[in-house]
């Protein structure tokens, strides 16, 4: 895979100079402005039929929430998503009968979407997210039984980074991109 650097004469700064660090500071804080700016982004992302299927629960430490989500990573995330100054859970729905879409098959798709908005966001704020879904599904999901049809997808650590991204980071070409799904023979 190539390991050129993200160009950032071509690509936002914004979106070259995002990564997903893996030290973040404790005093790194997330307030309730900044918390609330988080939502309101991923708030306005598109989605199927504007279904917006999208649910989160916020925890930063303190809170009694950020004691409840914390037991269920997987030691994996347990070592830096315990520094983050926000724990995001991210959750969809595949029924979403209050909008004009009953079923939605995007529901994930569209979860995502809001989940890059709010990345963004967090990098125009100077802050850093990390993505991850290394926790117990299944533990989390009782212990924050959340309402019928909901399903809790990813979490996301937000903070200040207290790491570098990596010298080298690989991504497929966009050659790949653009020639991978498809045959090259001429049938
Ligand atoms: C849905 C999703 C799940 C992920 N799960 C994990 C995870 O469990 N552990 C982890 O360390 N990183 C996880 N990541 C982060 C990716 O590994 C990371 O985004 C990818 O390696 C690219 O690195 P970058 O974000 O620094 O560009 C996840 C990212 C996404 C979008």
């Keep these: 895979m190539p390991h050129d650097p993200v160009r950032t004469d071509l690509v936002h700064p914004l979106l070259a100079n995002r990564f997903s660090p893996y030290a973040f500071d404790p005093s790194g804080r997330v307030d309730d ?18 279904s917006q299927p ?5 925890a930063r430490p303190g809170e009694p929430d950020h004691a409840r989500v914390l037991p269920h990573l997987a030691p994996s995330s347990f070592r830096w998503a315990k520094d983050a100054g926000l ?7 595949h029924y979403v009968g209050d909008s004009p879409v009953l079923y939605s098959e995007f529901a994930d798709y569209d979860l995502g979407q809001a989940v890059a908005h709010l990345s963004v966001q ?8 990390h993505q ?3 926790f117990d599904l299944e533990a989390l999901t009782k ?3 959340p309402n019928p049809g909901w399903a809790i997808v990813s979490m996301i650590a937000v903070g200040k980074a207290a790491d570098e991204p990596p010298r ?3 991504r497929r070409s966009a050659y ?3 020639t991978a799904p498809w045959s090259t023979s001429a049938e």
Excluded: C, I, K, Y
Excluded at 36 to 46: K, Q
Excluded at 122 to 129: I, P, R
């Design 33 to 50: 402005d900044a918390l609330h700016t988080l939502l309101e982004a991923a708030r306005w992302a598109p989605s199927a039929g504007n």
């Design 54 to 58: 999208w649910g989160f629960l916020s």
């Design 87 to 93: 724990l995001v859970v991210a959750l969809t729905r």
């Design 122 to 129: 967090a990098e125009a704020m100077g802050l850093a997210t």
């Design 132 to 134: 991850f879904r290394a």
């Design 143 to 145: 212990e924050l039984r």
């Design 168 to 170: 080298l980071r690989q």
């Design 176 to 178: 790949e991109l653009r």
